[in-house]
């Protein structure tokens, strides 16, 4: 199988996320970009707090990375 990095970068403020925060989510098995709750995971494993309900994709950047 495959892993597929992708690097996701807040592009706006959503709650205690600002513009310039970023974490990396691995996936295995697909080349599908990561979804709002991955994303939301990582964010709250690296800086410790929570998107905010409602938060969308559109607040992020996310690009594949390898």
Do not use: D, Q
């Given at each position: 199988m495959m892993n597929h990095l992708?690097?996701?970068t807040a592009v706006k403020v959503t709650g205690k996320v600002t513009p310039g925060m970023w974490v990396?989510?691995?996936k295995?098995?697909?080349n599908a970009p990561p979804t709002i709750?991955?994303?939301g995971m990582e964010v709250e494993?690296?800086?410790g707090v929570k998107l905010l309900p409602g938060?969308?994709?559109s607040n992020?950047?996310?690009e594949k990375m390898g």
């Amino acid at each position: 199988m495959m892993n597929h990095l992708w690097r996701v970068t807040a592009v706006k403020v959503t709650g205690k996320v600002t513009p310039g925060m970023w974490v990396e989510v691995l996936k295995s098995g697909t080349n599908a970009p990561p979804t709002i709750k991955e994303i939301g995971m990582e964010v709250e494993r690296k800086y410790g707090v929570k998107l905010l309900p409602g938060c969308s994709l559109s607040n992020f950047k996310i690009e594949k990375m390898g």
